[in-house]
C-alpha cells in the first residue's frame, strides 16, 4: 500500500489556517494522511500533532479540549504508559490503548478525533456528543477524506453535486441539517458518534444518548442546589488554559450566569462585548453594568456591520449555505474578543436546556389548545381560517393569528415544524424551481424534524421537542454558527451549559420546572438567585440581531440585488424571488428573512463557483 503523499494533506491543511494559526504538523504513512493546525491552548510548548503512542502505532490528530484528562490519566493510565507531553491529546491515545472504541464515551470535552491504529489498520473518527467541534468526510468505496471543514475536502476533490433535499432542508431551516451537506459526497459526521473505517467498510456508531424518559420529582431546593453544583463544575473544568481566557457577555441570564460563577472561581474576569448603532440590538449598556458590578476587565465595542463585506467573509467561513443572521454579530464579537484572549465561554445552550424560547410557550399552549378538539374538526375549522386571515409580520407572534390556526390545524409535529420554518412549505413551493421540485419527488423537510421526534424517549410535548431541537436546532445552525464565527478568528469557544453531565442533569428536571406559570427558564433562575441581579433575571430576552428589513433596503439594496439577480440559475423561481423583493422595497411586506436565505446560497455559489 503506497504512503500517502504529503502534499495533498498539506493542501487540506492549509485550507483550514484560520482555525489553527499556531502550528502545522504531518503524519504520513502506507494508506493513512493526518494533517493538522494547531491553535495553541494546553501545553503550548510541547502539544504538538500529530501525536503518537510509545512505539508510534497509534497515531491521533486531535480538534477540541478534554476537560477531564487528568482524571482519566489518574484513573486509567497510572501505569504503563509513558506520557511525553502534558496535553489532553496524548491522554486519547493511551486511553485508546486501554479501552479500544469504548475510549470516547469516557471524554468530557469537545472533540473532532481521527485515530489511526496501524496494527489493525483501521481509522476512527469521532465527533463529541452535542457536535460543538464539526467533521465532515467524503467515502467513494476506495478513499476517505475528512476535515474540520468541508474546504479541506474541496482542496483535493473538486466534483461535487448539490444535494437537492439539503437545499430544500436549507430554506426551511435557515441551515443544512446533519447528515447532510450542500453537497451529496461530502456528509457530516453526526454528534455523539464515531465512523469505523477498516478492511470491512465504513461503518458509523452511536456512543451516547440524552434521555429524557425519567424525570425525578425533587423539591425546588434541591434541584437548585444540584443544578448549581453541576453548573460551577462544568466552568471550572473549562477554566484550564495556559493562554488568555475570558467571556462573552451579553448581558442576558446565560451568559452572565457563567461570568459570574467564573469571577468565583478566578476573578477578575476578562469580558468581551458588542454594541450596535442600531439602538433596538442594542445591550452594551447592560453588559457593561453587570462587568462593573464585578470589577471585571471589560472590553465594549459599538460596531456598524459593513453589510456588504461581511456576506462574501461569512460565504467563505461557513462553507455551506448559512442563513442564521446572527452570524454577523457573533463573528464581530469573537473578533473583538480575539484582540484580548483566545480562549472565551460563551452561555450557548441555557434556551434548549431550559426551555427558554418563546416558542415553546406557544408550542405548549397549542398543544393543550389540540387535545380539546379532534383532529378532524381543527383541519376542517382552524385550516380554512388561516387561509382567509391575512399575514401579520410586523405583529408580535400572540397576534399573529394566522400562524397559531395554521399550526392548530395540523398535528403536533407538523405545528412546530411550521413554528420553526423560515420557509413554510407553500412558500418553498413557489421559492424552488420546477426543475428542483420535479427532481424533489415530493420530498418534505420535516422529515429531518421527524426522524429525532419519533425517536425521543418521552411523550411530554415538551421534553420532546426540546429533544429534537438539541438534535437538530443546536447542533446545525447555533453551533455552527459560534464555531465558525469564532475559529474565523482563530478564538476558541467553550460552552459549559452543554457540558453532557450538566445536561443529562436537567434533562431530568420535570419540564413542569422549565416552563413554569408561561415563563421559561424558570428553576435555572431560582438557582441563579443567589449570584445574579433581580435586574438580569428579570430582562426581556433580546435576540442576537442584526436590522435585516433596513438593511435590504439601504446598505445592502445595491449589492444584493446584483448578487440574487444577475445570475440567475435552476434551483430557484427568480419571478418569485423579484416579486418578493418589490413587496419589500415598497415596504408591504417584510420578506427580509427569504432575501437573506436567497443571498446567502448565492454568495455561496459565487465564492464556491457552484452551478
Given amino acids: 500500500m503506497s504512503v500517502v503523499e504529503r502534499d495533498m494533506v498539506k493542501a487540506m491543511a492549509d485550507t483550514l489556517y484560520h482555525r489553527g494559526p499556531d502550528d502545522e504538523g504531518y503524519y504520513c504513512g502506507p494508506?493513512?494522511?493526518?494533517?493538522?493546525?494547531?491553535?495553541?491552548?494546553i501545553d503550548v510548548a510541547g502539544g504538538h500533532q500529530p501525536q503518537t503512542n510509545e512505539d508510534e502505532t497509534i497515531w491521533i490528530a486531535f480538534n477540541g479540549e478534554i476537560y477531564n484528562f487528568q482524571e482519566l490519566n489518574r484513573k486509567y493510565l497510572a501505569n504503563g504508559h509513558q506520557f511525553r507531553t502534558r496535553s489532553d491529546t496524548e491522554t486519547i491515545v493511551h486511553l485508546y490503548e486501554e479501552l479500544g472504541e469504548g475510549?470516547?464515551?469516557?471524554?468530557?470535552?469537545?472533540?473532532?478525533?481521527?485515530?489511526?491504529?496501524?496494527?489493525?489498520?483501521?481509522?476512527?473518527?469521532?465527533?463529541?456528543?452535542?457536535?460543538?467541534?464539526?467533521?465532515?468526510?467524503?467515502?467513494?468505496?476506495?478513499?476517505?477524506?475528512?476535515?474540520?471543514?468541508?474546504?479541506?475536502?474541496?482542496?483535493?476533490?473538486?466534483?461535487?453535486?448539490?444535494?437537492?433535499?439539503?437545499?430544500?432542508?436549507?430554506?426551511?431551516?435557515?441551515?443544512?441539517p446533519a447528515p447532510k451537506t450542500i453537497y451529496r459526497q461530502i456528509r457530516k459526521l453526526r454528534p455523539a458518534h464515531y465512523l469505523v473505517v477498516d478492511a470491512q467498510g465504513i461503518r458509523e456508531v452511536p456512543y451516547w444518548e440524552l434521555r429524557f424518559a425519567q424525570p425525578r420529582e425533587r423539591a425546588e431546593s434541591d434541584w437548585c442546589e444540584r443544578l448549581m453544583e453541576e453548573y460551577r463544575t462544568s466552568v471550572k473544568i473549562r477554566l484550564i488554559s495556559d493562554v488568555p481566557l475570558g467571556a462573552f457577555l451579553s448581558g442576558g441570564v446565560d451568559s452572565s450566569s457563567v461570568v459570574a460563577l467564573m469571577n468565583e472561581l478566578q476573578p477578575p474576569v476578562t469580558t468581551c462585548s458588542i454594541g450596535f448603532t442600531e439602538e433596538t440590538y442594542n445591550e452594551a449598556a447592560?453588559?457593561?453594568?453587570?462587568?462593573?458590578?464585578?470589577?471585571?476587565?471589560?472590553?465594549?465595542?459599538?460596531?456598524?456591520?459593513?453589510?456588504?463585506?461581511?456576506?462574501?467573509?461569512?460565504?467563505?467561513?461557513?462553507d455551506e449555505p448559512f442563513a442564521d443572521s446572527s452570524a454577523v454579530p457573533t463573528y464581530y464579537v469573537s473578533k473583538i474578543a480575539r484582540q484580548h484572549v483566545t480562549v472565551a465561554l460563551s452561555g450557548d445552550g441555557g434556551d434548549e436546556n431550559f426551555a427558554g424560547y418563546r416558542r415553546y410557550k406557544f408550542d405548549v399552549r397549542e398543544n393543550w389548545m389540540r387535545s380539546l378538539l379532534p383532529a378532524g374538526v381543527r383541519r376542517n375549522v382552524f385550516g380554512p381560517l388561516a387561509q382567509w386571515y391575512p399575514k401579520a409580520d410586523w405583529a408580535p407572534r400572540i397576534f399573529r393569528a394566522k400562524s397559531t390556526l395554521e399550526s392548530l390545524a395540523r398535528s403536533p409535529l407538523e405545528g412546530y415544524f411550521n413554528t420553526m420554518s423560515s420557509c413554510p412549505p407553500n412558500m418553498k413551493h413557489n421559492l424552488l424551481s420546477g426543475d428542483v421540485l420535479r427532481a424533489l419527488n415530493g420530498y418534505d423537510s420535516i422529515e429531518v424534524l421527524r426522524h429525532h421526534y419519533d425517536r425521543a424517549d418521552t411523550t411530554d410535548p415538551l421534553s420532546r421537542i426540546q429533544y429534537v431541537d438539541i438534535k437538530t436546532y443546536l447542533v446545525d445552525d447555533i453551533l455552527v454558527k459560534v464555531d465558525r464565527a469564532s475559529m474565523a478568528n482563530s478564538l476558541e469557544v467553550r460552552c459549559p451549559l452543554l457540558d453532557h453531565r450538566l445536561m443529562e442533569l436537567i434533562a431530568a428536571i420535570p419540564s413542569g420546572l422549565k416552563l413554569h406559570g408561561g415563563r421559561g427558564k424558570y428553576i435555572f433562575k431560582r438557582a441563579l438567585e443567589p449570584v445574579l441581579p433581580a435586574s438580569i433575571l428579570n430582562r426581556r430576552k433580546w435576540g442576537f440581531g442584526v436590522p435585516l428589513a433596513t438593511w435590504f433596503r439601504s446598505d445592502l439594496k445595491d449589492f444584493a440585488y446584483q448578487a440574487i439577480f444577475t445570475t440567475p440559475d435552476s434551483y430557484l423561481n427568480y419571478s418569485f424571488l423579484a416579486q418578493c423583493w418589490n413587496q419589500h422595497q415598497r415596504g408591504q411586506r417584510d420578506w427580509s428573512s427569504l432575501l437573506w436565505q436567497a443571498l446567502m446560497f448565492k454568495s455561496w455559489q459565487g465564492v464556491y463557483k457552484v452551478t
Avoid at 31 to 41: A, D, V
Wanted: neutral net charge; glycine residues 6%; contains cysteine.
Fill in 31 to 41: 494508506g493513512i494522511g493526518l494533517g493538522f493546525r494547531r491553535l495553541s491552548i
Fill in 103 to 176: 475510549c470516547f464515551a469516557e471524554l468530557r470535552g469537545m472533540f473532532a478525533i481521527a485515530l489511526w491504529d496501524s496494527r489493525k489498520r483501521k481509522l476512527l473518527l469521532a465527533r463529541d456528543r452535542v457536535g460543538k467541534k464539526p467533521l465532515f468526510y467524503s467515502w467513494d468505496g476506495r478513499r476517505l477524506l475528512f476535515g474540520s471543514e468541508m474546504k479541506a475536502l474541496c482542496a483535493v476533490d473538486h466534483a461535487h453535486d448539490v444535494d437537492l433535499e439539503a437545499l430544500s432542508d436549507y430554506f426551511s431551516y435557515l441551515y443544512v
Fill in 286 to 318: 447592560e453588559a457593561r453594568e453587570f462587568a462593573t458590578s464585578l470589577h471585571a476587565d471589560h472590553h465594549e465595542q459599538i460596531v456598524n456591520p459593513q453589510a456588504v463585506d461581511i456576506v462574501e467573509k461569512l460565504a467563505w467561513h461557513y
